[in-house]
């Protein structure tokens, strides 16, 4: 392939002898033609022996990379080779996991449902027997929380006073 520059001065080259045919006799005129028919020809076949070398060249880097890809490939073939085993013997042993766990999980619900079927009473009344304690629980600490603000209250005023009867009669020392 050409640079533009190059082809700029090719343009021109070929300009200038037009306008030297048309002052030349046309046998001349004609001989040039040949011969620039001729140059053509030999620069397009430059041009593809070119492109055929450049795409020998790169058949040769394909096949090159291939070769590396083939090498990596097989790497990991031997890498996998070690490490397939160990990973099926991961999953393995997670699925056997996962099985244990849904067996426990299937055995808790089993035995809930026996025990609420032979034991317990319905969720909705112990809810219910729940509410009505905590209800219960509540009202206590109230009453208790109002008996323990009067004390406190009872308290402040006992010192008060015994703080007021230290004032009138201090201690004879």
Do not use: F, W
Not at 41 to 70: F, K, L, P, R
Not at 121 to 130: G, I, L, R, S, W
Not at 156 to 164: D, S
């Amino acid at each position: 392939m050409q640079d533009p520059t190059q082809e700029a001065d090719k343009m021109q080259e070929q300009s200038h002898r037009l306008d030297e045919m048309q002052d030349q006799p046309v046998e001349q005129a004609t001989n040039e033609q040949q011969q620039q028919q001729q140059q053509q020809a030999t620069n397009e076949q430059q041009q593809q022996q070119q492109q055929q070398q450049q795409h020998q060249q790169h058949q040769q880097q394909q096949h090159q990379q291939q070769q590396h890809q083939q090498m990596d490939e097989d790497q990991q073939l031997d890498e996998k080779a070690v490490q397939e085993p160990l990973e099926e013997k991961a999953a393995e042993e997670q699925v056997e996991d996962i099985v244990a766990q849904e067996q426990e999980q299937e055995q808790q619900q089993q035995q809930q449902q026996q025990y609420q079927e032979h034991v317990g009473p319905p969720a909705d009344e112990c809810h219910e027997q729940t509410e009505q304690l905590m209800e219960g629980e509540k009202q206590q600490e109230d009453k208790l929380e109002k008996h323990l603000v009067q004390a406190e209250k009872e308290v402040q005023e006992e010192r008060l006073e015994i703080a007021m009867d230290q004032d009138r009669h201090p201690k004879d020392g």
